[in-house]
């Protein structure tokens, strides 16, 4: 479950990679293409992965959960491999003033742990300069260390497989990620031509009718396997089959899918993980 997101220090430090790539929106181009952002490939509305991250000559992989979202109000907001976060950044020229960062602050594994504190130490305080070759993003600080980041296509509604992360009900309680150990195993594929989902509720195996039709989904009744698992993805089993014999409002955005329900119970499934 995330925590609850605190306006700190060590926040703000966290946060430094999501508002560098928006100050090259407002970079101009140069005339010999160096330093700053084409204005032809805008960087607000663009979702953008991270790639790696390169300090003192050594490049360091970025974890897979990675990438950044730009939006055309002074916001960015996504995930720096471990932790969510939200932030806005005041742009002079190529100068960007970093403020109002927030950032939940889940621990996770070393590896993404590592990669954060790295990009924290090589970005923070620093001053960038970007520039974007077809589809690609590269942000560099003032020693020479960068950050490379590469534009991100939506997701098809159909033929993608929707793996489930968060889970949440109508009955006033918080959305939470899985619990530990389930991560992963649950799924949904729908199929346009033989208008059906199929996948995994975390434990069985699932099959339905599927319509989608203006922003509504409606499943039939779920044909599952009879499998008993331990109680954590029996839990997320039962709260996926509330969703199924009946319709749900759904909203995909980018590579995320979200499906609720009239009662309010919801489920978000992030594109090919």
């Known amino acids: 479950m995330y925590r609850q997101t605190h306006r700190t220090t060590a926040t703000l430090t966290l946060t430094a990679l999501a508002l560098l790539p928006l100050a090259a929106a407002c970079g101009t181009e140069k005339a010999d293409g160096g330093g700053s952002a084409a204005a032809s490939a805008p960087l607000t509305g663009v979702h953008w992965t991270v790639d790696s991250l390169t300090v003192d000559g050594t490049t360091h992989e970025a974890p897979a959960s990675a990438r950044i979202r730009i939006d055309d109000n002074g916001r960015a907001q996504g995930n720096l491999g471990c932790n969510h976060f939200s932030a806005r950044a005041t742009v002079d020229g190529d100068s960007v003033r970093l403020t109002d960062a927030e950032s939940t602050e889940m621990a996770c594994e070393d590896a993404p742990m590592n990669f954060e504190r790295r990009l ?4 923070t305080g620093d001053t960038l300069s970007a520039r974007t070759d077809d589809g690609h993003l590269t942000l560099t600080t003032s020693t020479g260390d960068t950050v490379r980041l590469t534009q991100e296509k939506d997701a098809a509604l159909y033929g993608t497989r929707w793996t489930v992360t968060v889970t949440g009900t109508g009955s006033g309680e918080v959305s939470q990620s899985l619990p530990a150990g389930t991560e992963g195993k649950a799924h949904l594929t729908f199929d346009q031509d033989t208008g059906r989902v199929t996948g995994s509720l975390g434990c069985n195996r699932v099959t339905a009718r599927a319509t989608f039709s203006d922003g509504t989904v409606t499943l039939g009744p779920a044909s599952t396997t009879r499998r008993m698992c331990d109680a954590s993805l029996m839990d997320t089993e039962k709260r996926l089959l509330g969703l ?9 955005d980018h590579r995320t899918l979200t499906l609720t329900s009239p009662n309010g119970d919801s489920v978000t499934a992030n594109a090919g993980q």
């Open 244 to 252: 199924f014999d009946g319709p749900a409002d759904y909203r995909l």
């Open 120 to 123: 924290s130490a090589a970005l």
